[in-house]
């Protein structure tokens, strides 16, 4: 079966300072990756995916960047935070098809001070 | 503008009393509408996929059903661990690689 792993769980960061959020997913190979922020109030907005190594898109132009540098590893980054970076980042993944569920996993909870 | 819209925003239920949960959309061509659980803290947990007009999914006491212009999650007779938020999202012709489009959720509270 295939699982899907985030950490950290939980990331205090100082404004200013750079991030880091990985994501590995196993028991599947070739998946579609995903990053999604989840602000209080607000549905879950994409920020990038992936279809293969090193294919990146962004849906929404920001301060983060993401990377593949392995088939079922995503890694989410900043080189400077900003306080409105804060909010609830969660990695998903799906099958290679235009069809089918995203499955999530636990998340990352990042407040910048 | 595609879009998706939840209602209410929160609900509160007795145990045992039964309700629906509404999840209304307007998109340009529907490739799947999708229901999530999520728990405090905890990413979305996948519960079904409805792909046309007249689809029912059923899993314990909760029941999905969808039309052309919304899907309802039907929960019968709740108990308390049912309390989550229940996230409603589509996916649509013209969209980017298997992304979704989420509504903003539903928090069921089920007192005993």
């Known amino acids: 079966s295939q699982t899907i792993h985030q950490w950290p769980a939980t990331l205090v960061q100082p404004v200013g300072s750079p991030l880091s959020l990985e994501c590995t997913v196993e028991g599947t190979s070739n998946p579609n990756l995903y990053w999604y922020r989840q602000a209080a109030g607000r549905g879950l907005q994409l920020l990038f995916y992936s279809v293969g190594i090193g294919q990146i898109s962004s849906e929404v132009p920001q301060n983060l960047s993401a990377s593949r540098p392995q088939d079922r590893q995503f890694i989410l980054s900043s080189k400077k935070l900003l306080l409105s970076d804060s909010g609830f980042y969660l990695c998903?993944?799906?099958?290679?098809?235009?069809?089918?569920?995203?499955?999530f996993g636990e998340g990352s909870r990042l407040t910048v001070l | 503008e595609d879009q998706v819209t939840q209602s209410p925003e929160a609900l509160r239920l007795q145990e045992g009393e039964s309700s629906s949960l509404n999840c209304s959309y307007t998109?340009?061509?529907?490739?799947?509408l999708f229901w999530y659980r999520q728990d405090p803290g905890k990413g979305p947990e996948f519960l079904f996929t409805l792909y046309s007009a007249g689809e029912e999914k059923e899993k314990e006491r909760l029941k999905a059903t969808l039309t052309k212009k919304e899907s309802f999650l039907h929960i019968t007779a709740p108990k308390p661990e049912d309390s989550a938020t229940y996230l409603c999202?589509?996916?649509?012709?013209?969209?980017?690689?298997?992304?979704?489009?989420f509504g903003k959720g539903t928090k069921l509270s089920v007192k005993p």
């Open positions: 998109v340009s061509g529907l490739r799947g």
């Open positions: 999202a589509v996916r649509h012709y013209g969209g980017s690689q298997g992304n979704l489009i």
């Open positions: 998903a993944w799906k099958f290679q098809m235009n069809t089918g569920e995203l499955f």
